[in-house]
Nanobody, 124 residues
Framework: QVHLVETGGGLVQAGGSLRLSCAVSGRAFSSYHIGWFRQAPGKERELVSAISWSGGSTDYADSAKGRFTISRDNAKNTVYLQMNSLKPEDTAVYYC?????????????????WGQGTQVTVSS
């Protein structure tokens, strides 16, 4: 089993920054790709960013490119999402998830384990 806990959400003004953390416990953290997803009210859950098990490969949604940076520290079993230049449309619940596929999946169905989510609210 893999257990994920997200922290770092909150209320921020447009243009501000937040850093989300995803602490992972359980077996073989360093063998899992980790994704950050978000879900806004009335919308489907969507991938924001993902990182390979080694940290050598990353993927970003177009909406996140140039503003968000994903990273991981395998020694601390933690994945980070640095979010800069936040916009009101970034408001959502953010989830981290773990995948044991051999490739980085953009689909939520490619992820086996999920955290409980953390709320990010960006005011205009």
């Amino acid at each position: 089993q893999v257990h994920l806990v997200e922290t770092g959400g909150g209320l921020v003004q447009a243009g501000g920054s937040l850093r989300l953390s995803c602490a992972v416990s359980g077996r073989a953290f360093s063998s899992y790709h980790i994704g950050w997803f978000r879900q806004a009210p009335g919308k489907e859950r969507e991938l924001v960013s993902a990182i390979s098990w080694s940290g050598g490969s990353t993927d970003y949604a177009d909406s996140a490119k140039g503003r968000f940076t994903i990273s991981r520290d395998n020694a601390k079993n933690t994945v980070y999402l640095q979010m800069n230049s936040l916009k009101p449309e970034d408001t959502a619940v953010y989830y981290c998830a773990a995948s044991n596929l051999y490739y980085i999946s953009r689909s939520e169905y490619g992820y086996n384990y999920w955290g409980q989510g953390t709320q990010v609210t960006v005011s205009s």
